[in-house]
């Protein structure tokens, strides 16, 4: 279970994402991963025309949001899916979208919902990366400890340790 990301792909079969945000989502592979529940999803998608998903998978209270225009989702004949919701453009569904690109990630990109779409998650939740037991917090460190910064010097070793190295490391604080 992936929870709270952002990203630009799915994944095999048996992996569940919740409280993620996907940039331009593709789920048009009727042959493609397939067994992948996604659960209180934001997937944004560059396109101004309708779309169908037709990968196999599970889709329950995702937020589905496009370009513009026409833009709708829709789900082909036999894919599971419960209490999705299409917008068709960014600007409608998010607090300050003008950082947000459809096609990648932004550091400065908002991903806040407005007051509307922050409830129609499973049970009330908030879909995307500030809902969930664990939302994203300001400044994107995530949870798991990690390098911030590595120094290695250039030099040799003294009995067979490397003199000067520094390591500074940082978690988010729950």
């Not at 048009?28 to 309708?50: D, E, F």
């Not at 829709?74 to 899916?81: D, L, S």
């Not at 990109?109 to 879909?127: F, S, T």
């Not at 037991?133 to 995530?142: M, N, R, S, T, Y």
């Amino acid at each position: 279970t992936l929870l709270n990301q952002v990203t630009g792909a799915g994944s095999n079969s048996q992996t569940e994402f919740q409280h993620c945000v996907f940039h331009n989502f593709n789920f048009s592979n009727s042959n493609g991963n397939g067994n992948v529940r996604y659960v209180n999803n934001v997937m944004l998608k560059l396109n101004t025309a309708p779309f169908q998903v037709n990968e196999p998978s599970i889709y329950e209270y995702n937020l589905f949001a496009g370009s513009g225009g026409t833009y709708n989702t829709t789900f082909a004949t036999g894919i599971a899916n419960t209490g999705n919701t299409s917008v068709a453009s960014i600007d409608t569904a998010f607090v300050a979208n003008n950082n947000i690109n459809p096609n990648a990630y932004s550091i400065t990109a908002d991903y806040h919902l407005l007051p509307a779409y922050q409830v129609i998650g499973e049970g009330g939740a908030q879909p995307g990366i500030y809902g969930g037991a664990d939302p994203w917090k300001e400044g994107q460190i995530p949870f798991t400890p990690h390098w911030i910064e590595l120094y290695t010097p250039n030099t040799n070793t003294v009995n067979g340790v490397l003199q000067g190295v520094h390591i500074k490391a940082s978690a988010q604080q729950h």
